[in-house]
């Protein structure tokens, strides 16, 4: 079964998904005018007044006895989900099996991703809908609302709920175990059960809690390694250059240091790039939609920020930190044993141990970011609540043990497969619906250069989308 998923997996990357999601993204990159880079800094001003006033004063669509999620809420829910594994043990998986340039390719995947990001969170922003404890939306609600079909909204739930609420947590479980056992020695199965019951408790609790307890995590655990990063740098300064030129040369098969050929250090670039910032795979716009906002395009430019926060920061001190170590060449290491032994090279006996606890705190916000992807998803397909029950049994429970006691390839593997289709799905329907988010980026800029501070939308101002606007009013 093993060696048939993987068979699927490097036929679809092989060549497919890796130029449709390039693709798009140089498209979206063109017709948004470069948003990505040039709104950065309204990217952070939005970021940082939400943050300080969690919910806009004059934002009044649910009531006042309505509990609200706001826009950074969502944003570090949604960086939640990506900074994970896949900055850790996926950043490393890369290295080993496509050498050094992998990392020059999941540079520019977040690149031009940051813009169908964009894209995908401002549709879902549009067509969200209310819910009794907040907003709820994503990208099967832009596909039945917008696009007019069922059955593909309803698939593209499935997969989801597939990839991020069970496979996905089962990649987490299994990182988190392995850092665990290879600095503290402790049993997979008895810290796979903790992992469960911990997360049961949370994903119980709602979106609110979700969103609480990753509003704490998540600078934390960020700060914390990327503290820890540059001081490695620092250390090492004089390797810099060098790193650089590894990766660049690794790229484009000028230097292959390890790994395969460039076809290789492309597909894991691109599949380690898209795992961890998530950029057109559909899954952030499901948050997205949760947040309490008054322009779609103000949490758009959000979570374009987040892909950025993912790979370009997160994921580099990652690489930076394996390959100043060199251990990337040493065939035994992989996944989160490669950047363990990197940190304990650098840092002596503390690495390992501090990489367990960081991919603890990082993976364990992703799980309970993860379980509400198909919380979300499920709600769309049907309101029964015993199948609710069931999921969050099987989405915090059983698959954060199925991981835990899973090898590290078949894991992957299943989490790979999944991906490929679900990502397929989205691009499609933003493709079709990426007009609707261009003139509504067009609209905010004129906004702006009007002299206003915070742009504001109603649905009236797309007449043919008015019936199917349910928020906006």
């Given at each position: 079964m093993n060696e048939l998923i993987t068979s699927v997996n490097d036929a679809v990357w092989g060549y497919v998904l890796i130029i449709a999601l390039v693709g798009c993204g140089l498209w979206f990159t063109w017709r948004t005018h470069f948003v990505q880079f040039r709104m950065i800094g309204e990217m952070l001003r939005v970021l940082t007044d939400s943050a300080v006033d969690t919910v806009e004063e004059h934002?009044?669509?649910m009531g006042p006895k309505q509990r609200r999620i706001s826009s950074f809420q969502a944003f570090a829910v949604s960086v939640a989900t990506r900074v994970g594994t896949g900055n850790l043990a996926g950043v490393a998986s890369a290295i080993a099996i496509g050498g050094p340039g992998a990392v020059f390719w999941m540079w520019m995947i977040a690149l031009v991703g940051s813009a169908t990001a964009f894209v995908e969170s401002t549709l879902a922003q549009?067509?969200?809908q209310k819910h009794k404890d907040s907003f709820i939306g994503g990208p099967a609600y832009y596909i039945q609302r917008g696009l007019h079909k069922r059955w593909m909204a309803v698939t593209f739930a499935v997969l989801i709920t597939c990839q991020f609420g069970l496979s996905n947590n089962s990649i987490q479980a299994n990182t988190i175990c392995g850092a665990m056992q290879e600095a503290f020695g402790w049993s997979p199965v008895w810290v796979g059960l903790v992992l469960a019951a911990l997360g049961l408790i949370i994903v119980f609790g709602g979106i609110q809690r979700i969103a609480m307890v990753c509003g704490v995590l998540v600078p934390l655990m960020a700060l914390g390694y990327l503290l820890l990063a540059i001081v490695i740098v620092v250390m090492n300064i004089e390797l810099v250059p060098h790193v650089f030129k590894v990766i660049?040369?690794?790229a484009f098969g000028i230097e292959q240091v390890a790994g395969g050929g460039i076809g290789t250090t492309i597909m894991y670039g691109v599949k380690r790039g898209l795992f961890s910032n998530e950029a057109g795979e559909g899954s952030a716009p499901n948050v997205a939609a949760t947040a309490s906002t008054t322009?779609?395009?103000?949490?758009?430019?959000?979570?374009?920020?987040?892909?950025f926060t993912d790979t370009l920061l997160v994921c580099s001190c990652t690489a930076f930190i394996i390959l100043i170590s060199g251990l990337y060449s040493v065939p035994e290491l992989n996944g989160?044993?490669?950047?363990?032994?990197?940190?304990?090279?650098?840092?002596?006996?503390v690495g390992p141990v501090f990489v367990a606890i960081a991919i603890f705190l990082f993976a364990f916000s992703s799980i309970i970011g993860n379980y509400y992807y198909g919380e979300a998803n499920i709600r769309f397909i049907t309101p029964n609540t015993t199948i609710?029950?069931?999921?969050?049994?099987?989405?915090?429970?059983?698959?954060v043990i199925f991981g835990a006691i899973a090898s590290f390839e078949l894991v992957w593997n299943i989490v790979d497969f999944f991906m490929a289709f679900l990502t397929a799905c989205n691009l499609i329907a933003i493709v079709l619906l990426g007009r609707y988010a261009?003139?509504?980026?067009?609209?905010?800029?004129?906004?702006?250069?009007q002299g206003?501070?915070?742009?504001?939308?109603?649905?009236?101002?797309?007449?043919?989308?008015?019936?199917?606007?349910e928020c906006w009013e």
């Open positions: 934002v009044r669509e549009l067509f969200k660049v040369f690794d322009h779609p395009v103000k949490q758009g430019l959000i979570q374009a920020l987040g892909v989160i044993a490669l950047t363990q032994s990197a940190l304990q090279s650098e840092v002596g006996a609710m029950t069931i999921y969050r049994i099987c989405s915090a429970g059983v698959m261009f003139r509504l980026l067009d609209d905010y800029r004129s906004q702006k250069r206003i501070k915070e742009p504001t939308f109603h649905r009236s101002q797309l007449p043919e989308l008015e019936s199917e606007l």
